[in-house]
């Protein structure tokens, strides 16, 4: 009786109403990583073999961006009590108490079913399934079992943000095809050097919130090894386009001197000491200690080579720069 | 507890109720929800919410209506040509 009287005195005051604003739940979607999702769904359906019309490819769009907004929600949601711990994540809406953690579950769940479902009546259910099936691999499969649990969290886990270019293709021809799958692969193979360039600069962070990313796991050499292995397998494997006739000229140039560039900025990060001095004691997401540009180097120019690679990719099939590579069927 | 209802008048009966009741009276039939009193930056805040909200929805159902009608359009045309 105490505590109901108790809540009822703290509900008169309004303690237990939310002063959140639009742009609080906004923040919830991670729109600097729906940038780059959206951008990757856009490449993906323009690549396409198929003219898709420009409403129903906009709302398709949109669908993936909500989608991935969701997911967004659901993991700020979640991971509420690791981000108030980490100086790179403590003032997202739900640590620092400006959206409740019921709410940004409601907000996610509820921006996730209507993704879906617009994404069934604007293109297709593989799509819708597809779409559904990413939410649910980030939000629960990544999120809840793998991030707390492995150091490979980053390696199963980034199949969740490899899905946008897949579903975009989807979107526009209604089935998985060869192409679908090697646009799917750059990011998943993209991924781990990314996200580990940025964990070996903010390791501390990492290992004061018991996430084992693999410079807290393994320690930043064996990290800085896998980095350099991983760009290896994605700088080769970003030239199959080129083999399918997908990659017309402009993005097989995209893919080697961008390439070439990112296994440099990887040998640099392998033969530095990054990671050694642990976390940046800046909050900043470019804030880094000497010894660790260069993975910050690396963490920066990855964002910039898979949208070039993406961009090339628009740039041929969006705005008519296909230009066949001599001796591939383009 | 009863003993001390009864020796006081209507007035103060009623006074001591909304003492108890955060200002209001039983008779009022206000519901539990209605007692909370917000701030004028919690009031700001719904206010703003609730324009979003009702923006989103209005725009959901935009959408739905237009994807309607392109995927009607684009089922009549293809039957025409079929």
Same mark, same amino acid.
């Given at each position: ?14 303690? =237990? ?6 742009? !609080? ?90 993704? &879906? ?37 980053? &390696? ?5 943000? =490899? ?15 060869? !192409? ?151 | ?44 805040? $719904? $206010?703003? $919410? ?33």
């Amino acid at each position: 009786m105490d505590t109901l009287t108790d809540t009822s005195v703290n509900r008169a005051e309004g303690g =237990a109403v939310s002063t959140a604003s639009p742009r !609080d739940f906004f923040d919830l979607m991670k729109p600097r990583v729906m940038t780059l999702v959206v951008f990757t769904a856009f490449a993906g359906l323009v690549a396409a073999p198929v003219d898709a019309d420009p409403f129903l490819a906009f709302m398709s769009i949109l669908c993936v961006a909500v989608g991935a907004g969701a997911a967004g929600a659901l993991n700020m949601a979640y991971d509420a009590d690791i981000d108030a711990t980490m100086k790179r994540t403590r003032k997202r809406p739900v640590p620092r108490g400006a959206v409740s953690v019921s709410n940004a579950y409601g907000f996610g769940t509820v921006a996730a079913v209507l993704s &879906v479902l617009m994404m069934a009546l604007a293109s297709n259910y593989l799509a819708a399934g597809l779409l559904a099936f990413s939410i649910f691999f980030y939000a629960v499969i990544y999120t809840m079992i793998l991030k707390r649990r492995t150091p490979q969290n980053i &390696v199963i886990g980034g199949a969740a943000g =490899a899905f946008p270019p897949m579903i975009g293709w989807v979107a526009a021809t209604g089935s998985i095809s060869l !192409d679908a799958v090697i646009l799917f692969m750059i990011i998943f193979l993209w991924t781990p050097p990314h996200s580990w360039a940025l964990a070996l600069y903010k390791s501390g962070d990492y290992a004061a919130a018991g996430v084992p990313m693999m410079p807290v796991a393994k320690g930043p050499k064996s990290t800085r090894l896998q980095i350099l292995a991983y760009s290896l397998v994605l700088v080769v494997f970003a030239g199959a386009p080129v083999l399918t006739g997908l990659g017309g000229l402009a993005y097989a140039a995209t893919s080697l001197g961008g390439g070439a560039l990112f296994l440099l900025l990887a040998w640099r990060v392998f033969n530095s000491r990054a990671g050694e001095a642990g976390s940046a004691e800046e909050g900043a997401l470019y804030a880094v200690r000497a010894g660790d540009k260069a993975a910050r180097d690396l963490f920066a120019y990855s964002i910039g080579y898979l949208a070039a690679l993406f961009a090339a990719l628009i740039a041929e099939h969006g705005f008519g720069a296909y230009v066949s590579v001599p001796g591939v069927a383009g | 507890m009863s003993t001390e209802n009864e020796t006081l008048t209507e007035a103060e009966r009623e006074a001591k109720e909304r003492a108890d009741n955060f200002g209001f009276h039983h008779r009022e039939g206000r519901p539990t929800g209605e007692h909370v009193t917000l701030t004028p930056e919690q009031e700001k805040a $719904r $206010r703003k $919410r609730n324009i979003y909200i009702a923006l989103g929805l209005v725009g959901f159902m935009v959408a739905v209506f237009l994807i309607t009608v392109v995927r009607l359009s684009q089922n009549i045309a293809d039957g025409a040509a079929g």
